[in-house]
């Protein structure tokens, strides 16, 4: 068994966005500052939160996202022949029994996809260069590429741009798979891609939507297993590929339930993933049981504290959580980190940025006790 992630506590990535962040942000979309001013006190700010993290004993460091509205919209836009558009209005529900209504916007594709020009690099460099713990790596956190199909299907592909379906795909896959080829001669070694389409998959009122968009549920899912692969094809042997699976993450509510069973054997063994990032957090991600099919050499990264709710789960709960997956797991195939980001979107969840530290420090603690 290689166990091939910095640490076994981790963090899927984004962070609640500093004050300073959010009012460039705002003067910026207002016209009163240019691009450099807002790209300075974006610098400013992760190089604060690069120090954070290192300081709370993570060895996996992003830049929180915080030069994203949306942890896609700002990526994908990026790319030739994709354009944004309204998204599919759902009622993300909370804790509360509260329903929050809210549309993520959803890409539709106007033309051939390309990679026109780095996305992530310069990003990356930046952050590379704030980074100076030992053992500590810089991690960097993109949409997966199925979130150019999932949310519009077949109606936002045109025909006449792909009248083949598998042309569509071959051409996001090399999109992908330049950027991260400009990534490795960076220097990156740890990419993750975010995915809610395979964890949406699991929820059996988004099995029917996507039926009515003209998907299988189920060889959808070894489509995009062959995506995710293809868009890694140029990642060199030592760069880590994970991936994160969320049910959707907006203003501590989410969108999606049920367990990975759907979803679990295709994704474990037909992706070329070295770790998964599981929603674990409370009864609507399912149980365990579809760890059993996680191969020899992969890893779980169970998400086993909330981001959504700001109380402090306890060091008791979290050791019989995984002492429960490890039931279906090897244990050296397991590592800790919190549900998901803590802002996914640039409105962030409704905790503190206290109980943000406690949670990453919990996560950090329990990793040590339980693994060493």
Known sequence: MTFKLPSRADHV????????????????????????????????????????????????????????????????????????????????????????????????????????????????????????????????????????????????????????????????????????????????????????????????GHREDAKNRGMDPDSITHDYAKLINASFASAPADMVRTMHLCRGNFR????????YDPVAEVMFNECDIDAFFLEYDDARSGDFSPLRFLPKGKTVVLGLVSTKLGEKESKDDIKRRIDEAAQYADLDQLALSPQCGFASTVHGNDITTEQQAEKIRLCVEVADEVWG
Request: hydrophobic fraction near 40%.
């Open 252 to 259: 501590s509510s989410w969108a999606a339930e049920g367990g």
């Open 13 to 204: 990535g984004s962070f609640l966005r500093p004050l300073s962040v959010i009012e460039a942000r705002d003067a910026y979309a207002a016209g009163d500052i240019d691009a450099a001013a807002l790209r300075k006190a974006e610098d400013a700010g992760i190089a604060d939160l690069v120090k954070w993290q290192e300081d709370l004993g993570l060895k996996a460091i992003t830049d929180g996202e915080y030069r994203r509205k949306f942890f896609h919209t700002d990526f994908l836009l990026q790319l030739s022949g994709v354009e944004e558009t309204g998204g599919i209005q759902k009622a993300f529900k909370n804790d509360k029994g509260v329903d929050v209504q809210f549309a993520p916007p959803k890409m539709i594709i106007t033309g051939e996809v390309a990679h026109v020009k780095p996305i992530q690099r310069a990003d990356y460099e930046y952050l590379a260069s704030q980074v100076s713990a030992p053992g500590a790596w810089a991690k960097v956190a993109i949409p997966s590429p199925t979130m150019l199909h999932f949310r519009a299907g077949r109606a936002g592909i045109p025909a006449d741009a792909y009248p083949e379906m598998q042309d569509f795909y071959d051409d996001v896959a090399k999109a992908y798979a330049e950027e991260i080829a400009d990534l490795a001669d960076a220097g990156c070694r740890y990419v993750q891609f975010d995915d809610t389409n395979l964890a949406y998959l699991c929820d059996t």
